[in-house]
């Protein structure tokens, strides 16, 4: 709308235009975070490689997830805090159905249907989305806000469920499944990444790799080639999640979602089934958000383990953040949302706190000792004024703030820029691109002509 | 009462004065068919025929009731819609106008009665069903898609898109067909844009268009969805005089090229000087029915509105 945005928007065109001008945002944001982090890292000695894999595997996790609930809020305007119950719904399904078969029933180990990796990452889908479903046909008859209660509540609900000690264990044709109880549940089906790449037909490329590493790198060659090759399957989940979606939205599909977000009653009124059009989007999101939650937490969250503990309503709102940092309603700032909040909220405080403890290590003589407790710190401030010893347990601590750090920015996103970084802009929800065909000025609207005589073909009403 | 409507003649006799706006050539083409197939339905129904396929009238209410709690706001109320005519539905505050109009587009499920649109009964369909059988709607404050351009506002409406089905959205093979068809939409909404003179705000978010803008707006995204009844609710109102003239100039050429209305409007100078047949409502009932004419000479009406008791 505004002066400076009329070059992006003159070029906007066609499709394929709009799509290079956003894979070039996308890229030069991401080329931004690894540069800095990269020689940061590089400048202070830090590890290098763990670094860089372990920013990607975050910012593609919350690219996914962003992009998800995209479709729920940032189209259709539904209001779904619960996001990570269905991402747990999603990895447990998977769990359940690829976890290999329990050989030992009597020692009490909890087993699964033994069902390769990949097809259980699609059944955790497919129950995350018919569990959205169940959700769903109750609640969206309900006003906006109540779904959202319903959705937070599930998810808490389902937290208590995983947990459950009932159905921690139980046979299914004489096989022992279950959720795991207090205790979780381990993810021992092998290296993800091996059995992913497997499923390709790929599996020699994983050997290459680690073969190639074994010689060249320190340390477990086959744990580094995961983290590669756990960062390639991520990014194209994300470029797979962009491109579904995006292709969704610029479509009459997209256009119904957006103008049930904007006046529900009013597309009705034009024919539209909207509980029909919410059902579907609910479903299809709730299923992206369980495919997400099997990506997340089959390596990054739970380090081989899920455990009830780990889906805890701030993962939603984590992700809710970056929705609103990259503007909701746009899958390109989404991915960029994701990114962002990933790099500078989610581990930027993390890295920090790395970076100041080399810093201060180094500067420890002038400054003196870094405090080991908040009492130790206060001390010489009620003592003698001495704010030092304070700032520097502040400082070393730096990622406890970092909650503080993230509700101080979303409060000044909140007040300056509520619409996030593209939620102001136009993207036409439309399969072609909408200037005006050129022939329509002279052709003109069939109503026009007078006494409507001659138009019994196009528009009006006599047609039929 | 719904003794009163069945005062058909007074309906019959003035179709020819209809005519006058109403495009002649639909009429005397579907007239004959029409008048030899309702001969059960007499006079009234043959006068008002212009359908291509049924012997109905596009729009029929009868004897609609509807009460919230202990207030009964429409009692009985009965008319029908000539296809191809400019109807107004009028009637002082409380006479149920309102509500007669939800009950007839779904939003409201009346307690008894009946809605026909072209023969079919819709009684009690949701509102989106009532909008796909053809009788679609305007609200009486525009309610545009705010953060949608004015042309995607309008690309929306066309009933039964390919692309509104997901997998076809999706899928390579079966985008070419959706595309291809939002191909047409996307010159069609042109087009309408056009007609209406706001085609130099196709590119604007609908939310920054004027009030009137808005109405105008909405008046073409209906036209889109290919409607056989359009029902108006308090399409003036809010409306500046000289976009007033606009939009009646527009009702009126549309009128005048098939397009069948039915108009609920407060102001009855308004529908006195521009409908064809105005339906007068009052505590729920009609009062009377007619063209301009007979209605101003009803003094029950001005009684009406002058909130006085009247007999109806």
Not at chain 1, 161 to 188: E, K, M, P, T, Y
Request: aromatic share 8%; net charge negative.
């Amino acid at each position: 709308m505004s002066e400076t945005e009329a070059p992006a928007e003159a070029s906007d065109g066609g499709l394929f235009d709009r799509g290079g001008n956003d894979l070039l945002l996308i890229g030069a944001v991401l080329a931004a975070i690894y540069l800095v982090y990269a020689g940061v890292a590089v400048l202070l000695d830090l590890r290098v490689a763990g670094t860089l894999i372990d920013l990607t595997r975050w910012i593609g996790l919350f690219a996914i997830v962003t992009l998800a609930l995209n479709l729920h809020w940032g189209y259709t305007g539904l209001f779904n805090i619960g996001v990570v119950g269905f991402m747990g719904v999603g990895v447990y399904a998977t769990a359940v159905a690829s976890k290999p078969v329990a050989t030992d029933a009597a020692a009490g180990a909890t087993g699964g249907f033994g069902l390769p990796l990949w097809l259980g990452i699609i059944i955790g889908g497919i129950v995350a989305g018919l569990f959205g479903l169940v959700i769903a046909l109750p609640a969206l008859r309900l006003r906006a806000d109540y779904l959202a209660i319903v959705t937070v509540a599930v998810s808490e609900i389902l937290r208590f469920v995983f947990r459950n000690r009932s159905i921690a264990s139980f046979d299914v044709g004489g096989r022992s499944v279950g959720l795991g109880g207090g205790d979780g549940l381990q993810l021992d089906w092998g290296s993800e990444a091996e059995l992913l790449l497997d499923a390709l037909f790929l599996g020699g490329v994983y050997d290459w790799l680690v073969n190639t590493l074994e010689g060249t790198v320190a340390g477990n060659p086959e744990a580094i080639a995961d983290g590669i090759v756990y960062g390639l399957i991520l990014i194209a989940f994300v470029i797979g999640y962009y491109l579904l979606l995006q292709r969704m939205a610029n479509s009459p599909f997209g256009r119904v979602l957006k103008a049930i977000r904007e006046d529900e009653e009013a597309a009705g009124s034009l024919g539209k089934d909207t509980a029909r059009f919410k059902l579907i989007v609910f479903m299809i999101g709730c299923g992206l958000m369980g495919v997400a939650g099997v990506v997340w937490f089959m390596n990054a969250g739970g380090q081989g383990t899920i455990n009830s503990t780990q889906f805890r309503p701030e993962l939603t709102f984590y992700v809710w953040i970056a929705l609103i940092i990259g503007g909701a309603g746009s899958n390109t700032g989404s991915v960029l949302g994701g990114a962002i909040f990933a790099a500078v909220l989610f581990q930027g405080p993390r890295f920090l706190q790395d970076v100041i403890r080399e810093f201060v290590n180094l500067q420890q003589a002038p400054l003196g000792d870094v405090p080991g407790s908040f009492g130790a710190a206060m001390a010489p401030v009620s003592g003698n004024l001495d704010v030092v010893p304070l700032l520097l347990y502040t400082a070393s601590r730096i990622s406890d703030m970092q909650l503080l750090i993230m509700g101080l920015v979303l409060i000044w996103l909140m007040h300056n820029r509520p619409e996030g970084m593209l939620g102001h802009r136009k993207e036409h929800a439309a399969a072609v691109s909408l200037d005006r065909p050129e022939d329509t000025s002279s052709k003109g609207f069939a109503l026009t002509t007078d006494g409507g005589t001659t138009d019994a073909t196009d528009g009006g009403q006599t047609d039929e | 009462m719904s003794d009163s409507d069945l005062n058909g003649s007074e309906v019959a006799t003035d179709t020819p004065a209809e005519g006058d706006h109403a495009d002649g050539e639909v009429e005397t083409g579907a007239d004959a068919d029409a008048a030899a197939e309702t001969d059960s339905r007499g006079l009234q129904a043959a006068g008002s025929e212009t359908t291509d396929d049924g012997s109905n009238p596009p729009l029929q209410v009868e004897g609609l009731h509807k009460s919230f709690g202990g207030i009964t706001a429409v009692d009985g109320t009965s008319f029908e819609v000539a296809a191809g005519s400019l109807t107004g539905l009028i009637g002082p505050n409380g006479a149920g106008k309102s509500t007669t109009f939800n009950c007839i587009t779904g939003v409201h499920e009346p307690d008894s009665g009946l809605v026909r649109l072209k023969g079919e009964d819709i009684t009690g369909l949701a509102p989106h069903d009532i909008a796909d059988r053809g009788l679609v709607r305007t609200f009486q404050i525009a309610r545009e898609f705010a953060e949608m351009t004015v042309l995607e506002n309008m690309m929306l409406a066309p009933m039964h898109q390919r692309g509104e089905t997901l997998w076809r959205s999706i899928l390579p093979g079966t985008r070419d067909s959706v595309i291809e068809q939002e191909q047409e939409e996307l010159e069609r909404s042109w087009e309408a844009l056009e007609f209406f003179e706001i085609d130099h705000l196709a590119d604007e978010y609908a939310k920054n268009l004027s009030g009137g803008q808005r109405k105008l707006l909405e008046l073409a995204r209906a036209l889109l969805t290919d409607p056989d009844v359009l029902l108006l609710d308090e399409p003036f109102a809010g409306v500046n005089p000289s976009l007033e003239e606009r939009l009646l100039d527009h009702i009126h050429e549309l009128s005048d090229s098939g397009y069948t209305f039915l108009i609920v409007e407060h102001d009855m100078d308004l529908i006195m000087q521009n409908c064809e047949r105005i339906v007068v409502l009052h505590q729920g009932r009609v009062l009377t029915k007619g063209t301009p004419d007979e209605v101003r000479s009803d003094e029950r009406v001005l009684e009406a509105y002058l909130g006085g008791e009247v007999e109806s």
